[in-house]
């Protein structure tokens, strides 16, 4: 229970009281247990697969983090702000395609993309580097279209951004010289090695979670949880929202440039309403309100999908060959999350987040 | 056997305590005023009543049946008729759609249209503004004319029961004159039993009839309005003094 | 510049159909339905016979229009309410975000039964081929097919405004769509009243699915999709509820479309869409609330 309540208890108090620097303190040692535990859970997960040494398991885990870093994007919005954004795979898009603009062999650019502005034809960096520039680039994106949308709430909003993420998959699906339209990009160097996504989903939880503690984000959750009172107290509902989605912007960059990395290809469609659901629902599973919620969501769903998916491959039991027919998979996905859905409309975790039993009786 | 009765019931809002253990009934053709401060309760009673809003305790018994943990639709078949704050008139139908939402309930019955027909004519006697305003959207109406809406929108299923939930709420002290006026005058003729929640006092005292006073989600004063009213009593239930 | 009109009213008329059949669910029950799109792939396959070979079998496809029409509103209407009585009616409690995220979860498992069954190629079906003989009218030559599309959104449309504004049911609903539990609190039933919406929406869905595959003659499960994002955002435009506001945002849209592609430089042609989802951002910061805003959508007591 710990630090939700704790969070929640203090987002009053908390935002009136952030600007004295001990409380914030007190605050960060209370809440710090949250991402140093997630971590930990992730770092547990790489270290079994580097032990186990298989190439499919490796891969797996890759998209795992990757995924990781997409819904822990998109928890620092939806879950600190209340506001369902549909949009956010769209920075995805942008980073992804960023960083393979910024890695992909030049000799190769110049044919696949012609119509992209000579430095950037030139332009060939390591792919950590590509990371971080994918991130800012997708951060400017998000800038510039919170702008105008973060002056919308509820449902208005929520399909503003909806077709925030149309129009950027039709420009990208459209852009032949620069984004080579619907057919794919290749080239894009593969990264694999399973330690830049763990880092990825580190730094993502940590972002998240300084966020969370940040006034800004006090602020938010203030608003979400008590919108007039938030609005009578001096906060800027609209402003503390575009904070959100710019740092979610770039969360959600960041893990599209790693997601190019980890399948080496890019095409607009990826990027679409395909991985919009998966991750939101990830999202929604684990518990809208919790970043611990986000992280527990990827992890079991990615899960159950690769338990559905080795029965689909085929179990021998004894003597015996087992496998469910094809599509199997995928409709067990939707009717398990609609149970749990409708068992928990919360997510798993609620408003919770993970944090050891200890700290709840140090509140 | 009481048309109304409630017993124990218990109401809550998360970890919030509306109503505390509750008791009470009334019988057909009377006239009970709930009264009480903002926040007595009285509201969340009559909506859980209505089956709008949970006990977390208790038994509701209206006509014979039990009705707790019943759908409002239900409710509302046996014979209660509800009226709730804030007037809740659709907005977007016609003054005529309005009053007939309602009667569509006994759709089974025969002769049920020549019936509707029959009480649409009765409200409109009664109400003749909202004859001349019958195809006119009801949202347009001034907030007495809603009243009158919904007063006459609750008695076109012939109802046992009419529950209405501050009536007073928002309107000038004359057309909440006229409201009352109607409301007696209907009473009369069609032996109506009214449950009415009103914040103040006063105008059970005027009315007469029999006065509940709630405090703190608890009843503090059950009994006749006019005696009730005279008393000093009611001033210590109403502000709390016998607290201190 | 008939052409411009005519291709602007069917196109039109699709978003209309689509967005009518979110805004009426929206109405009783605030469910945005994201599987609404995927009810319409599940109509336009109840023409074909299962059979995951590139060759259509055809089934219902090849019954005479007056028994084909009437097999696939059914089906519509059928799964339609078998949704709402087996899914949504288990998150009558739950908040938007959750419901929403159901739908689409169900979405997802309708697309992939019907992929298991049909397989993900698209297949080409003959459907009612007499209608795709041009006709001439006032000089330009108009497919017959884009005539009835635009007729029969009209009788369509006229049908369910007659139905919503003359029968007890139409009252009970319009009722139930502007506040909710008054409403019930008049005895109206939540449950009938909730099943008819889908009831509707799922034989608005097919309506669609019958237009859309004697448009194309091709059958591809991706054909809800497209159609339901413009139907989306036409049903936020016209005011999250409002019939009206669905209907007359649905032809808005379907206009943009068709004049944006006849008024774009050629350059900026595939973009077209891009310029629509631009002009939707911009009403809705002016009008956050949609065209014509419904009454009693804050929110249900």
């Known amino acids: 229970m710990g630090v939700a309540a704790s969070l929640t208890n203090s987002t009053a108090a908390g935002a009136a009281a952030a600007e004295r620097k001990p409380a914030r303190f007190a605050l960060a040692r209370r809440t710090i247990l949250t991402p140093v535990l997630l971590s930990l859970l992730l770092l547990a997960i790489a270290l079994i697969t580097v032990m186990t040494g298989s190439r499919p398991f490796n891969q ?150 300084a966020h969370a503690i940040s006034r800004s984000g006090l602020a938010l959750r203030a608003a979400r949880d008590e919108p007039t009172a938030a609005a009578a107290s001096g906060i800027d509902i609209p402003r503390e929202r575009l904070v959100a989605f710019v740092v979610s912007g770039a969360v959600m960059g960041l893990g599209g440039a790693l997601m190019a990395h980890s399948i080496g290809v890019v095409t607009p469609d990826t990027f679409y309403l395909g991985l919009t659901f998966i991750t939101l629902s990830m999202l929604v599973v684990g518990g809208m309100g919790s970043l611990s ?30 496998a469910l027919p094809k599509g199997v998979q995928e409709i067990a996905l939707g009717v398990i999350m609609i149970v749990i859905l409708a068992l928990r409309p919360s997510g798993l975790m609620g408003n919770r987040e993970l944090t050891l039993p200890r700290s709840s009786r140090n509140k | 056997m009481s048309l109304l009765a409630l017993s124990d019931i218990t109401i809550r809002y998360s970890r919030l305590t509306a109503v505390r253990n509750v008791s009470f009934s009334m019988e057909e053709g009377e006239i009970l005023f709930i009264t009480g401060p903002n926040g007595a309760g009285k509201s969340s009673l009559l909506r859980a009543i209505a089956g709008v809003t949970p006990v977390a305790g208790g038994r509701i018994d209206l006509a014979g049946h039990e009705i707790t943990g019943q759908a409002p639709e239900n409710i509302a078949r046996l014979g209660l008729s509800m009226v709730p704050e804030g007037r809740d008139v659709f907005g977007s139908l016609t003054t005529e759609e309005n009053l007939l939402v309602g009667t569509g309930m006994h759709a089974r019955e025969r002769g049920w249209r020549s019936r509707a027909a029959d009480e649409l004519e009765a409200v409109y006697a009664t109400f003749p503004m909202l004859k001349e305003r019958r195809h006119g959207q009801a949202g347009l109406l001034s907030g007495g004319q809603q009243q009158m809406l919904v007063i006459g929108r609750a008695l076109m299923t012939n109802p046992r029961l009419v529950a209405i939930d501050e009536p007073s709420l928002g309107l000038a002290p004359n057309i909440n004159d006229q409201v009352y006026e109607r409301l007696i005058a209907l009473r009369a003729q069609r032996q109506l039993t009214l449950l009415i929640v009103e914040q103040s006092s006063a105008r059970a005292m005027m009315v007469g009839g029999r006065m509940i006073l709630m405090r703190g989600g608890q009843i503090v004063l059950d009994g006749d309005a006019r005696t009730l009213g005279n008393g000093e009593a009611i001033q210590a239930a109403y502000f709390g003094y016998e607290d201190h | 510049m008939l052409q411009i009109l005519f291709d602007a009213l069917s196109l039109g008329s699709l978003y209309a159909l689509g967005a009518l059949g979110i805004a009426l669910i929206f109405g009783v029950m605030r469910l945005v339905n994201f599987a609404h799109g995927d009810v319409i792939a599940f109509c336009v396959f109840a023409l074909l016979w299962p059979s995951t070979d590139a060759m259509a079998i055809v089934f219902a496809g ?130 009938r009243v909730i099943m008819g919406a889908f009831a509707l929406s799922g034989a608005l869905a097919a309506a669609i699915a019958l237009i859309f595959g004697a448009q194309t003659g091709t059958l591809d499960i991706q054909m809800g999709a497209s159609i339901m994002l413009m139907a989306f955002i036409a049903t936020v435009i016209g005011g999250l509820g409002s019939l009206g506001g669905a209907v007359l945002a649905g032809f808005l849209l379907g206009a943009a479309s068709v004049i944006m592609q006849v008024m774009l430089p050629i350059d900026a042609r595939p973009f077209r869409d891009a310029f629509v989802y631009g002009a939707v951002i911009l009403v809705l910061l002016f009008r956050p609330q949609g065209l014509i805003a419904a009454r009693g959508t804050k929110e249900r007591v």
């Open chain 1, 60 to 209: 797996t885990v890759i998209d795992v983090f990757v995924r990781v870093i997409l819904v822990v994007g998109l928890y620092i919005f939806i879950g600190n702000s209340g506001v369902l954004s549909f949009g956010h795979i769209g920075f995805t898009c942008l980073g992804a395609y960023a960083a393979a603009w910024l890695t992909i062999n030049p000799m190769m650019k110049r044919g696949s993309l012609p119509g992209l502005p000579e430095w950037l034809l030139a332009t060939r960096l390591p792919y950590w580097q590509s990371a971080v520039l994918a991130a800012l680039f997708a951060a400017l994106a998000a800038l510039i279209f919170g702008r105008v949308l973060m002056r919308l709430s509820g449902i208005a909003a929520s399909i503003a951004t909806f077709a925030m993420l149309a129009m950027i998959n039709t420009i990208y699906s459209n852009w032949e010289s620069v984004t080579g339209a619907t057919s794919s990009v290749v080239g894009i160097p593969i990264v694999r090695m399973i330690w830049p996504y763990l880092i990825g989903a580190v730094v993502a939880i940590f972002i998240a979670w």
């Open chain 1, 293 to 322: 919620g986000g992280v527990v969501g990827v992890v079991l769903l990615s899960a159950l999908i690769q338990a559905l998916r080795w029965l689909e491959a085929g179990v021998s039991l004894g003597e015996s060959t087992f």
């Open chain 3, 62 to 191: 090849q019954l005479p229009w007056y028994l084909l029409v009437p097999f696939v509103l059914l089906c519509g209407a059928g799964l339609s309410v078998l949704c709402e009585v087996v899914v949504f009616r288990r998150f009558r409690q739950a908040n938007p975000a959750t419901m929403m995220i159901a739908s689409f979860a169900l979405g997802f498992v309708i697309r992939y039964f019907l992929l298991m069954l049909f397989s993900s190629r698209p297949k080409s079906i003959s459907l009612l081929p007499e209608l795709s003989q041009p006709v001439e009218i006032l000089g330009a030559r108009l497919p017959l097919l884009q005539l009835i599309t635009i007729v029969a959104t009209m009788v369509i449309l006229i049908g369910l405004t007659l139905f919503l504004r003359q029968t007890r049911f139409g009252l009970e609903m319009r009722a139930a769509a502007e506040n909710f539990s008054m409403a019930r609190m008049l005895g109206v039933r939540a449950n």
